[in-house]
């Protein structure tokens, strides 16, 4: 089974900070998403990464997927109180026969205060 | 519809009874996923669907949760004799293929046992 650990669980911060979201494990991923939740809704895919040390931007987003494509982190610029909301990282496994299964980590409930 | 649909979006059950999930994905896309997630979690992996091929079901909690998926299309996931601990939000999603495609979810079906 393939698990992904996803730090803090909770962050809190105000208006304009800049902050960081961490997704790890041990096993390696074919390709690694984010997704964002909002309450009564389900996850929508922010990005996905595939190449180990890709960077990805999308606006104030900065997505990075590591070298050995174990893990990944979430950085935001000058969070807004928009970008609250639960930040999920999912991965896939490199081949078998559940190639193409995703499996989500814990998610970070990110609140930003204005 | 353009997304996926999944029905009811509520349902409170007594406990003991069966209870039954609709999930219809985007029409073409090859695989689906279950996923439950309780209030502010991460997604739990229930079971994957790809295709005709052998659904993965190593995420099934206990032999009371079944899912099938007929003709490659509408799924349904079925829970025996509810318990408490069942209640919680169960997530739908579909993709395109096996890769690092989007994965896209329903808003949920929302389970309460009384």
């Known amino acids: 089974t393939q698990l992904l650990e996803q730090s803090p669980q909770f962050l809190s911060i105000q208006e304009g900070e800049n902050l960081t979201v961490y997704c790890n494990s041990s096993?390696?991923?074919?390709?690694l998403q984010w997704y964002r939740q909002e309450p009564g809704e389900g996850p929508v895919l922010l990005v996905t990464v595939v190449t180990g040390g890709e960077v990805k931007k999308l606006k104030r987003l900065t997505f990075q997927f590591g070298d050995a494509r174990k893990d990944s982190s979430l950085h935001i610029t000058a969070a807004q109180p928009g970008d609250t909301g639960l930040y999920l990282c999912?991965?896939?496994?490199?081949?078998?026969?559940?190639?193409?299964?995703?499996?989500f980590g814990q998610g970070t409930i990110l609140t930003v205060h204005p | 519809g353009a997304g996926v649909s999944q029905s009811p979006s509520n349902k409170v059950t007594e406990k003991g009874k069966d209870v039954e999930l609709r999930c219809d994905p985007i029409s073409g896309h090859t695989a689906l996923y279950w996923y439950r997630q309780s209030l502010g979690q991460g997604l739990e992996f229930l079971i994957y669907f790809q295709g005709n091929s052998a659904p993965d079901k190593s995420g099934l909690p206990s032999d009371r949760f079944s899912a099938e998926r007929t003709g490659g299309s509408v799924s349904t996931l079925t829970i025996q004799r509810t318990q408490q601990e069942d209640s919680a939000v169960y997530l739908c999603?579909?993709?395109?293929?096996?890769?690092?495609?989007?994965?896209?979810f329903g808003q949920g079906t929302r389970l309460t046992v009384v």
């Open positions: 999603a579909s993709a395109r293929g096996q890769g690092g495609t989007e994965a896209f």
């Open positions: 999912a991965g896939r496994p490199t081949g078998g026969t559940s190639y193409g299964k995703l499996t």
């Open positions: 096993s390696v991923f074919s390709s």
